[in-house]
Nanobody, 126 residues
Framework: QVPLVESGGGLVQAGGSLRLSCAASERTFATYAVGWFRQAPGKEREFVSAISWIASSTYYADSVKGRFSISRDNAKNTVYLQMNSLKPEDTAVYYC???????????????????WGQGTQVTVSS
């Protein structure tokens, strides 16, 4: 199992940027696809972005395409979500999830076996 720790959330004005990190302590983290999801108060958890375990292919929700960028540094066992041009509607708790040997596209659908972090709050003020 891969314990995940998210960080990098905070309060930012609309149009600003934040970079979230999802870190794991396992050497096998490179074999996991990682997805970012978010949940706003009163709403369902929704997919944001994912990166595959091999070839680092990426996948984005339409709502963040062109503004967010996902990447990974396997030497640091960390996946990043760079969020630019933030909007108030991006306000949510952001979670990362990991699934071994998955593709980025498959991470768009939740699975019972996924590992989750504790979440990090992102608040965008207008």
């Amino acid at each position: 199992q891969v314990p995940l720790v998210e960080s990098g959330g905070g309060l930012v004005q609309a149009g600003g940027s934040l970079r979230l990190s999802c870190a794991a302590s396992e050497r096998t983290f490179a074999t996991y696809a990682v997805g970012w999801f978010r949940q706003a108060p009163g709403k369902e958890r929704e997919f944001v972005s994912a990166i595959s375990w091999i070839a680092s292919s990426t996948y984005y929700a339409d709502s963040v395409k062109g503004r967010f960028s996902i990447s990974r540094d396997n030497a640091k066992n960390t996946v990043y979500l760079q969020m630019n041009s933030l909007k108030p509607e991006d306000t949510a708790v952001y979670y990362c999830a990991a699934r071994r040997f998955s593709t980025a596209q498959d991470m768009g659908v939740l699975s019972d076996g996924d590992r989750w972090g504790q979440g990090t709050q992102v608040t965008v003020s207008s």
